[in-house]
Antibody, heavy 120, light 108 residues
Framework: QGQLVESGGGVVQAGKSLKVSCAGS????????MHWFRHAPGKGLEWVAA????????FYADSVRGRFTISRDNSKSAVYLQMDSLGVDDTGIYYC?????????????WGHGVMVTVST | QSVLTQPPSLSAAPGQKVTISCSGS????????VSWYQHLPGTAPTLLIY???KRPSVIPDRFSGSRSHTSATLDIAGLQPGDEADYYC?????????FGEGTHLTVL
């Protein structure tokens, strides 16, 4: 059980900011770490960021550290990705995923994705 | 470029078995569990295997995984046309999630 739905994508100019959201339902959101991934056109899946269940720890890929911020609001069953100083290389479909792994991260629920296009 | 190496593409006929490899080193695969994902671009990825060989209950037993030393493999038996997709191995290593480069599987 469990569903994730992303929102907030769109077209944004290079150098600007965008915030995407992910709403969870059908499970106890605050029990799970959450991750963001992306898929750029013609490239492989890329991990972006992670946050633990209680926002104590956050983790970032080198490519976004210092520009992106992951956060969550368990009262709203939501996780967010604030993206600043966007560049064309940030274009892609952004997915949120639930870390379900009993021992080590693995991702059993994914959202359908939201498109982010950074224009020059 | 990823530290986990996968063949860029594989092809096989329906009904056959295919093995997708994921090669790393003692500092990554050698020390961490591997999971595998199926991805049809534009759709949500699907978890196939976690902790090297465990399979979520919704995944058919045609899919199996293993890990040995510095490499892992995903076997897909009884190939079906719907198996045509991109496949990724992945590990959590030192506070970073790492995907392999991905393997595009064509079912001829």
């Amino acid at each position: 059980q469990g569903q994730l739905v992303e929102s907030g994508g769109g077209v944004v100019q290079a150098g600007k900011s965008l915030k995407v959201s992910c709403a969870g339902s059908g499970f106890i959101f605050g029990h799970f770490g959450m991750h963001w991934f992306r898929h750029a056109p013609g490239k492989g899946l890329e991990w972006v960021a992670a946050i633990d269940p209680h926002s104590v720890q956050t983790f970032y890929a080198d490519s976004v550290r210092g520009r992106f911020t992951i956060s969550r609001d368990n009262s709203k069953s939501a996780v967010y990705l604030q993206m600043d100083s966007l560049g064309v290389d940030d274009t892609g479909i952004y997915y949120c995923a639930r870390n379900w792994g009993p021992v080590t991260p693995s991702f059993d629920r994914w959202g359908h994705g939201v498109m982010v296009t950074v224009s020059t | 470029q990823s530290v986990l190496t996968q063949p860029p593409s594989l092809s096989a006929a329906p009904g056959q078995k295919v093995t997708i490899s994921c090669s790393g080193s003692s500092s990554n695969i050698g020390n961490n569990y591997v999971s595998w994902y199926q991805h049809l671009p534009g759709t949500a990825p699907t978890l196939l295997i976690y902790e090297d060989y465990k399979r979520p209950s919704v995944i058919p037993d045609r899919f199996s995984g293993s890990r040995s030393h510095t490499s892992a493999t995903l076997d897909i038996a009884g190939l079906q046309p719907g198996d045509e997709a991109d496949y990724y191995c992945g590990i959590w290593n030192g506070g970073v999630w790492v995907f392999g480069e991905g393997t595009h599987l064509t079912v001829l």
